[in-house]
């Protein structure tokens, strides 16, 4: 079967920098993706890797090994308002997004 | 990017009573789709809303359940079917603008009584 593994929740203190795994067993790969979703409002797309590499944008980076199937997202200069879940989706041989069930994660001052 | 409209924003219905949802998107995209949420939950895909030709529903859901409708490239919309307690989710439209983007609209929070 497919699955993609996040953890369920995590804390760190704003101004510092997180890590968010995800690893991942699909049928093919056709890009990985990472969402941030406010309690309550849509996810909005973060990132997208293909390559095996580090992405970086802004305060956020998203690194790939398509070899081990994994991935992370790395959220510096952490703010207040980067309190969300962050959703990881890979899209299978099919062309279909698995979607992770997420990461909650809370900022402390 | 794409802006996407939802209607209604959120219900509350009766069960054994039909829910038509409405997406709205600010431009012509190919692709768009259907998803649930469960509270505290990660994304399920309903189906793909075709144009011109039926849905591509996902195993577990039906199209008697989850009639889809996609008349032109900027508009569908998704009627939930003889409601139950546990069709309660928020219910979101999404269109694939290009190979990696894909946009979210507000989403439709239902509750069923």
């Known amino acids: 079967g497919q699955n993609i593994d996040q953890p369920t929740e995590m804390t760190a203190t704003e101004g510092a920098i997180v890590q968010i795994n995800c690893t991942y067993q699909?049928?093919?790969?056709?890009?990985l993706f990472w969402y941030q979703q406010h309690a309550g409002e849509a996810p909005t797309f973060l990132s997208y890797n293909v390559l095996d590499g580090l992405e970086e944008k802004g305060r956020f980076s998203s690194f790939l090994s398509r070899s081990k199937g994994y991935s992370y997202l790395l959220l510096k200069e952490l703010q207040m308002k980067d309190s969300a879940s962050y959703l990881c989706?890979?899209?299978?041989?099919?062309?279909?997004?698995?979607w992770g069930a997420g990461t909650k994660l809370i900022i402390k001052p | 990017s794409a802006v996407i409209s939802q209607k209604p924003s959120r219900d509350i219905c009766q069960r054994g009573t039909s829910l038509t949802i409405q997406c709205q998107v600010d431009s012509q995209v190919t692709m768009m789709f259907w998803y649930r949420q469960q509270p505290g939950q990660s994304l399920t895909l309903i189906a793909t809303?075709?144009?011109?030709?039926?849905?591509?529903?996902e195993s577990g859901f039906v199209i008697d359940k989850f009639p889809i409708s996609r008349p032109n490239l900027t508009f569908s919309t998704l009627t939930v079917s003889n409601m139950s307690p546990e069709d309660s989710s928020i219910y979101l439209c999404?269109?694939?603008?290009?190979?990696?983007?894909?946009?979210f609209g507000p989403g439709t929070r239902l509750t069923v009584t």
């Open positions: 809303a075709n144009q011109g030709s039926e849905a591509t529903y």
């Open positions: 999404s269109v694939g603008v290009t190979e990696y983007e894909q946009y």
């Open positions: 699909t049928s093919g790969f056709n890009g």
């Open positions: 989706a890979v899209r299978d041989s099919n062309y279909q997004l698995i």
